[in-house]
């Protein structure tokens, strides 16, 4: 059974930083694309940053420049490393995978940005 876990959550001063890490079991990440998503209260649930399984990465305007993701396939971990943090990012962020059509979600870690 595949399963997703977030970690890296925390509270932060307006330009602070935070990295979130996402350990996957049960499925080698090496061929799959993992994703970011977030979630404010309220609102639907948003996409952050992609990275394909062959190198590629993707990011949402609003966190282009500020956040980075990267991967590493020997521990089956995805990171997602976010710097200059704003008020607005605040958010529960989750990490997904989508494995023979089905997607998996991690239970989220907070993240808290104060001005």
């Known amino acids: 059974q595949v399963q997703l876990a977030e970690s890296g959550g925390g509270s932060v001063q307006a330009g602070g930083s935070l990295r979130l890490s996402c350990v996957v079991s049960?499925?080698?990440?090496?061929?799959?694309?993992m994703t970011w998503w977030r979630q404010s209260p309220g609102t639907e649930r948003e996409f952050v940053s992609r990275?394909?399984?062959?190198?590629?990465?993707d990011y949402a305007d609003s966190v282009k420049g500020r956040f980075t993701i990267s991967r590493d396939n020997a521990k089956n971990t995805v990171y997602l490393q976010m710097n200059s943090l704003k008020p607005e990012d605040t958010a529960m962020y989750y990490c997904?995978?989508?494995?023979?059509?089905?997607?998996?979600w991690g239970q989220g870690t907070q993240v808290t940005v104060s001005s």
């Open positions: 990275s394909y399984s062959y190198g590629r990465t």
């Open positions: 049960g499925n080698s990440i090496s061929r799959y694309d």
């Open positions: 997904k995978t989508t494995y023979y059509g089905r997607d998996y």
